[in-house]
């Protein structure tokens, strides 16, 4: 194992001293007349010379300290960005259970409180439940910490290109996520998995407006706000996980799938024969998918556009379990997916329409993968389609873009809210 030495000018070194602090650094006396600063954190020593050196004991504890004094050391202006978002996904390569993806906004000042511990934890390690739990607990209790998940479920996976999808995914993420916020403050950092030219373009016109974007791979292993937003989403899913073996009484080795083995391989194969909605059934198999273009059924303005009679609404309906167009009444196939991903989140405050829901819910797939804002007590009903990883579920709205629903006779009108 190795130290590390840096030379830096005094003004950085400050900055450096500042940000070791924030961190839980310890400053100890200076143990001659060389040494103008030192800081103990975690199980390494900073020290600061008079030849502007700095140097930190050999430690494998804090690569992450060490990044950051690279990029203070590198930034032209010694301002670091305000607020750090950063995102990740975990379930990609697996058989069951849905993709799970994570954006997490983290404001300089609570860096400090994300313990050096924690943020020294390697993602690739496996975990009893019982860690993510308590990970998933302390993250919340952590104030002014702001993160969002988001589903790919798998029979999505099984027609769609899994890129593209994630693509519009994390744009939705991102524009949930810096709704309100400046651009100018923001790092963003996503690990990638093969980005293509859509969120490409998104992510450029929000670095033109100020801010600074890192698309890396592996990057969970290099910037905290990325492997903030790995830990969260693996702590999502194994809770879901979790529960769909319990709930479908699988063996939670199969439902963790390692299909290099022949046992599981052999159940996944029976369970991929029957449509559960929690098996990736294309998995292993070499077809060429779909592009989502569901996507331009939604216009620029957020509107629904009928392929069939060419007009625009802010609305549509839900009849029989059917899309269509509020004008001339023909079905709109795929269209819970273009709403899925371009607003992805429903409220609902009827209490008639709630059990409507429900009822679509118990028999039907067409609203997996919503987020759903729900008066308090109704939310006891969804939990369970919730705790396995089917729907999300909110009580608060902070959204900018949503989705309400209402009664109109039998059919429910979805109508498209945007907040700009
Ligand atoms: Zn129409």
């Given at each position: 194992m190795y130290g590390s030495t840096w030379v830096v000018t005094r003004e950085k070194a400050e900055r450096i001293r500042e940000e070791l602090i924030k961190r839980g650094g310890i400053e100890e006396n200076p143990?001659?007349?060389?040494?103008?600063w030192r800081i103990r954190l975690g199980n390494s020593t900073f020290i600061y010379y008079t030849s502007n050196k700095l140097y930190s004991t050999p430690s494998n504890e804090i690569s992450e300290i060490w990044e950051l004094i690279d990029l203070i050391i590198k930034s032209e202006n010694s301002n670091f960005k305000n607020y750090l978002l950063g995102f990740d996904e975990t379930g990609k390569g697996e058989p069951f259970g849905p993709l799970v993806l994570a954006g997490v906004m983290i404001p300089k000042e609570i860096?400090?409180?994300?313990s050096l511990e924690f943020s020294s934890s390697d993602t690739k390690k496996k975990h009893k439940y019982e860690y993510w739990e308590k990970l998933l607990f302390y993250l919340n209790s952590i104030e002014n910490l702001k993160y969002k998940i988001d589903l790919i479920m798998p029979r999505e996976i099984d027609r769609f290109n899994i890129n593209m999808l994630m693509d519009l995914a994390y744009e939705k993420l991102l524009s949930i996520l810096i709704h309100n916020v400046s651009l100018k403050d923001l790092r963003i950092v996503i690990d990638n998995y093969g980005i293509s030219n859509t969120l490409y373009r998104y992510l450029e016109a929000i670095k033109e407006k100020g801010a600074e974007i890192i698309t890396i791979s592996d990057s969970e292993d290099r910037f905290i706000e990325a492997k903030l937003a790995s830990f969260i989403a693996k702590a999502h899913r194994e809770k879901f996980l979790k529960k769909i073996s319990e709930i479908y009484r699988i063996e939670e080795e199969i439902i963790k799938g390692?299909?290099?083995?022949i046992y599981v391989r052999d159940r996944f194969l029976q369970y991929k024969n029957q449509d559960f909605w929690f098996v990736r059934r294309s998995f292993g198999e070499k077809k060429i998918k779909e592009k989502p273009s569901f996507i331009n059924m939604i216009d620029e303005e957020g509107r629904v556009l009928c392929f069939f009679c060419g007009r625009v609404s802010y609305q549509a309906i839900l009849d029989n379990h059917k899309f269509k167009c509020l004008y001339c009444g023909k079905e709109i196939k795929d269209l819970e997916l273009a709403l899925k991903y371009k607003y992805g989140v429903i409220r609902i405050e009827d209490k008639r329409v709630i059990e409507m829901i429900l009822d679509i819910l118990k028999h039907k797939n067409?609203?997996?993968g919503f987020n759903f804002i729900l008066p308090e007590d109704s939310l006891q009903a969804f939990l369970p389609f919730r705790d396995m990883g089917r729907i999300l579920i909110e009580t608060k709205n902070s959204y900018p873009k949503y989705i309400e629903l209402n009664l109109q006779g039998d059919s429910i009108v979805f109508s498209l809210i945007r907040n700009v």
């Open positions: 143990k001659n007349i060389y040494e103008i860096l400090k409180n994300i390692n299909l290099s083995d067409i609203l997996d």
